[in-house]
């Protein structure tokens, strides 16, 4: 195994496990531009990564008492099928090549730069939420609206495996204020499991996931967000969030250029 890719999935499961996002943010962009892992194929290992590490976070949660499963069940009423339809679409253009791997990668870095704006806004948003609870989704309409939501996460990321984490979890937020930290947490973690086990089934199907990469990034991974777990309550949330945004910045640039 390569101690470059441990040490790798160590680092990014530290960051996740300290500030709660960042996994495809950090991994799928590390593994094209640190490794030269092709665009698509960094986007399938990926998924399958998130997956897993998830679902081991899902259980947690479960056990927590921190899933609502019936926004899980929303999100992924219009989550699956658009990651079904975004699969089919790489499927059908995959003769493409270097556009589609010029598409993902340019999907990549938008995804990034919301995850940032994601990030770094999250605080004012709920601000402004709380402060107008007249405008607050009900019924029906938030219904609606989260499942129209999980589709956008579906399709975003089938093609970047990039969303789930903090543009999840931000509109969650949004759609639901009054979901404690850890429950928003844990929401937004076990509806990705079924999203992310979906688009990697169907980067498997298209020959997009490289299996060996995959093994060798858990291995670091599941030490390190159990470190970053246990280090989130040592470390300022306001220095984390600032030091994944910058890092983020700088990883969208460096794609688009």
């Known amino acids: 195994m390569d101690i470059t890719y441990i040490a790798s999935g160590f680092a990014v499961g530290l960051?996740?496990?300290?500030?709660?996002?960042?996994?495809?943010?950090?991994?799928?962009?590390?593994?094209t531009l640190l490794f030269g892992v092709a665009p698509s194929v960094a986007v399938g290992t990926?998924?399958?990564?998130?997956?897993?590490?998830?679902?081991?976070?899902t259980i947690t949660h479960r056990v927590r008492g921190t899933v609502h499963w019936e926004i899980v069940r929303r999100l992924c009423a219009g989550a699956l099928p658009a990651a079904l339809?975004?699969?089919?679409?790489?499927?059908?253009?995959?003769?493409?090549?270097?556009?589609v791997a010029l598409f993902?990668?340019?999907?990549?870095?938008?995804?990034?730069?919301?995850?940032v704006v994601a990030i770094l806004f999250r605080r004012r948003m709920i601000a402004w939420i709380n402060a107008q609870p007249g405008r607050q989704l009900q019924g029906r309409a938030l219904t609606v609206?989260?499942?129209?939501?999980?589709?956008?996460?579906?399709?975003?990321?089938?093609?970047?495996?990039?969303?789930?984490?903090?543009i999840g979890a931000?509109?969650?937020?949004?759609?639901?204020?009054?979901?404690?930290?850890?429950?928003?947490?844990?929401?937004?973690?076990?509806?990705?499991?079924?999203?992310?086990?979906i688009a990697a089934a169907g980067h498997w199907y298209l020959g997009s996931i490289n299996w060996a990469l995959l093994i060798t990034l858990l291995v670091g991974s599941v030490p390190g967000i159990t470190?970053?777990?246990w280090a989130a309550r040592a470390v300022?949330?306001?220095?984390?969030?600032?030091?994944?945004?910058?890092?983020?910045?700088?990883?969208?640039?460096?794609?688009?250029?």
């Open 15 to 31: 960051l996740v496990g300290m500030t709660g996002v960042g996994g495809g943010s950090l991994m799928t962009p590390l593994l």
């Open 46 to 57: 990926d998924l399958a990564f998130a997956s897993i590490t998830k679902g081991v976070g």
């Open 85 to 99: 339809v975004a699969t089919w679409f790489l499927q059908h253009y995959g003769s493409l090549g270097r556009e």
């Open 104 to 115: 993902i990668r340019y999907s990549i870095a938008v995804s990034v730069l919301l995850t």
């Open 145 to 166: 609206a989260t499942i129209l939501c999980g589709a956008v996460l579906g399709t975003l990321v089938t093609i970047s495996s990039i969303g789930a984490g903090a």
């Open 170 to 197: 931000t509109l969650l937020v949004m759609l639901y204020p009054r979901l404690t930290p850890a429950e928003v947490a844990g929401t937004d973690i076990a509806y990705a499991v079924p999203l992310t086990a």
């Open 227 to 229: 470190i970053g777990s």
């Open 236 to 257: 300022p949330e306001r220095f984390l969030r600032g030091l994944l945004a910058a890092t983020l910045t700088g990883v969208a640039v460096k794609i688009i250029y």
